[in-house]
């Protein structure tokens, strides 16, 4: 049983008010302590080396720390093409993670499957799990993951945060 | 001196293999199916070929026997790289196996029975390699279109 | 987003499942764990911390690379020949490009072929750097790997500077070469070169007698000449057993047979060894390189062959011939004669060999990649078993594996 927001006429404007400056507060927070599970299968692994590592560094917007476990990060990194059998691995891991939690497709091939149109290829991760953020490139320059992660903390700044139930 | 070993190897196994051909600096042996096994122990045993390099098949849908499967060993003493082509037909894709002779063939055998299904008679592990369990036909086939997917994992709706 | 967890199918097929022996565990190592690299899966059997027997299974990463190039031009896979072994794409590029040059004998001109060599030992560098510092990250040691990455960085920029991307290149061409270098390029080369003398002496410093590394990697992953060669094992794996075999002084391709390097090789054929035969061979590249440099003469890059070299723009856009041999070239491929090479050059993992089938016209008939990293996931359980659980890590880093290779 899931319960819903209570309707607009029957919210008050201070609660709004405190809603509003803790969904601010938890967005400043969650968005720059990111922890990446970086999901890294092929070429775009490289990039994500170069940009986890100087001069690119994402360590500065507070993405650097990877955890190897879906149970301990928030954000999955899918670098590389999922192929029709990773497919079921990525959805296991993804599953695994708790809330909340981002999608973040590195690269063309996680995208959309990139130039591999063919039986092998996941035509893009968002056939099977829902995605936040596309970076596009094959490999896409550093500069371009970076800009990825800048956008993607904009939106968690700007989402709401329930962290108690769904209106607060 | 590669010249000499080709003409060594072809002299030896002249009964089994037909007309020698040297394309592009490897010597290449046709020959039947049933003389394959013992064609690779002699150029193992005699002819010092230690390393098998690949296996793989051609597909000639329109040709009958269908397929050709492609062998490439090489001798880390001489130097020098031999071919041996075998044609199969659709109907009895069976050739022996290598792997009692070399390790490395236990997975290029499996890579090329699930691509385009030439049974390694011979091999115990023929399980899927590169696709997965589940995965009907075989994709390097001429026949098999290449955009036909079977997704493992049901796709969902469309992103808003 | 909330419900039962749902039964996701098995995509592998274990080929034990059942202990061997009492209180022994059976664990899945990947396929998605740093140390396989996101690809790799490995089912061991395990009695406490001991591995006694692996199961390893590939195919994560299979995009269809044959196929693929069955639907394109000769000329339009050559960005698919990139991402085979992408920590060194413009060796898969050149190696590929030499097969259909044997198929529509052409010879390279001389500048190509001291660029192509150059290169190609440039691109080695940077997959041997990859490789050592992705390995020795694994093991702990972060240092070197900030090190080497700093340094491959300057080689991808350097790259891109030439090419116009850092990792992916798509820079061979049949019969030549994308583009000439731009001015400068050989200055910025010698700095990166100059660069890389201090970087990896440094990794030599922190590394070569550090204990703890010491009884990390030596007699672990140990590998025998004879198993070896019977298993398919070519490349650093081979020559760290003993066996001093390099394709590039044994069938000497491009512009080996004019250089002067020698070709390190191990002792005892364990991770120590495949680690120092890889940081002696970065010393031989850089060698080698430098030589190429005082080599290089002006003069084309492209053979002047209409089959596969495109006309200048300013003939395109003046003469009809020259138009009508560009629309050609591009819409329906060069046109390569029918026959079949197979065609090997030494990449930084070993053979890497092209297998090619052609039946005349622009599109192939068949490409096979004979990819070492592939082969050597055949064998790689010999290096496995027998040994500690944690010894899984560091083995399968000195083995290399690429999955873009390993899978194509």
Known sequence: MTTTRKPVSERSAAFEYLTTKKDELVGWARKFSLFPYPFVTACCGMEFMSVSSTPYDTDRFGAALPRFTPRQSDLLMVVGTISHKQAPVLKRVYEQMCEPKWVMAFGVCATSGGFYQNYAALPGIDKIIPVDIYIPGCPPRPEMVIDGIMRLQERIAGQRHPIINQDF | ?160 | ?408
């Not at chain 2, 023929?126 to 075989?138: A, C, I, N, S």
């Not at chain 3, 010879?107 to 080695?124: D, F, G, V």
């Not at chain 3, 440099?293 to 596969?308: A, K, Q, S, W």
């Open chain 2, 1 to 160: 001196m590669s010249a000499a070993v080709f003409a060594r190897i072809h002299q030896a196994l002249a009964v089994a293999a037909g007309e020698p051909v040297i394309a592009h600096g490897i010597l290449v042996l046709q020959i039947e199916p049933a003389a394959l096994a013992s064609t690779v122990r002699a150029l193992k045993e005699q002819f010092g070929f230690d390393m098998f390099l690949d296996v793989t098949a051609v597909d000639w849908p329109d040709r009958i026997p269908r397929f050709d499967v492609v062998h490439h060993f090489y001798s880390t003493t001489a130097h020098v790289r031999v071919r041996l082509k075998t044609r199969v037909g659709i109907d009895d894709p069976v050739v022996d196996s290598l792997v009692p002779l070399y390790g490395a063939a236990r997975y290029m055998e499996r890579e090329c029975h699930e691509m385009y299904g030439i049974v390694f008679r011979g091999n115990p592990d023929l399980r899927p390699l590169l696709l997965y369990e589940g995965f009907v036909g075989h994709p390097l086939r001429k026949d098999y279109p290449k955009q036909r997917e079977q997704p493992l994992v049901p796709y969902r709706d469309p992103p808003q």
């Open chain 3, 1 to 408: 987003m909330s419900g039962p967890l749902r039964e996701l199918p098995n995509p592998i097929r274990p080929a034990f499942t059942e202990s061997s022996v009492p209180d022994s565990v059976i664990v899945s190592i990947g396929p998605s764990h740093p140390a396989t690299h996101g690809t790799i899966q490995i089912i061991a059997e395990l009695s406490g911390e001991r591995v006694l027997r692996t199961d390893v299974h590939c195919g994560y990463l299979h995009r269809g690379f044959e196929k693929e190039c069955e639907a394109h031009t000769w000329h339009t896979l050559i960005p698919y020949t990139d991402r085979l072994n992408y920590c060194s794409g413009l060796i898969n590029n050149f190696a590929y490009c030499e097969a259909v040059e044997k198929l529509m004998e052409i010879q390279i001109t001389p500048r190509c072929k001291y660029l192509r060599t150059l290169l190609t030992e440039y691109s080695r560098i940077a997959d041997h750097l990859t490789c050592i510092a992705a390995g020795l990250m694994e093991l702990g040691a972060m240092t070197p790997f900030l090190y080497l990455m700093t340094l491959r960085d300057y080689i991808y920029e350097h790259l891109a500077a030439l090419t116009g991307a850092r990792l992916t290149y798509s820079y061979g061409r049949v019969g030549g070469l994308a583009c000439d270098l731009p001015a400068g390029w050989l200055t910025r080369l010698e700095e990166i070169l100059v660069q890389m003398d201090t970087f990896v002496d440094r990794v030599h410093g922190l590394l070569d007698r550090n204990r703890i590394f010491i009884d990390r990697m030596r007699d672990i992953g140990v590998l025998s000449t004879a198993d070896a060669i019977n298993w398919g094992f070519t490349g650093p794996i081979l020559r760290s057993t003993g066996a001093p075999r390099d394709l590039r002084k044994d069938t000497p391709y491009l512009a080996y047979a004019e250089l002067d390097f020698e070709v390190p090789v191990g002792i005892k054929g364990d991770n120590y060894d495949r680690y120092y035969v890889r940081m002696r061979e970065l010393d031989e590249s850089r060698h080698m390189i430098r030589q190429l440099v005082e080599m290089l003469e002006p003069g084309p890059i492209n053979v002047d062959d209409r089959r596969c070299t495109l006309p200048p723009k300013n003939l395109v856009y003046t003469e009809i011939e020259s138009l009508i041999n560009h629309f050609k070239l591009i819409m329906d491929g060069p046109q390569v004669p029918p026959g079949e090479v197979y065609s090997a050059q030494e990449g930084p993992n070993g053979e890497l060999g092209f297998y090619l089938v052609s039946v005349g016209g622009g599109v192939p008939w068949k490409v096979h990649v004979r990819a070492p990293s592939f082969v050597h996931m055949g064998g790689v359980h010999l290096m496995l078993d027998g040994y500690q659980l944690a010894d899984v890590v560091p083995t399968f880093g000195s083995v290399n594996m690429i999955g873009g290779e390993c899978d194509r």
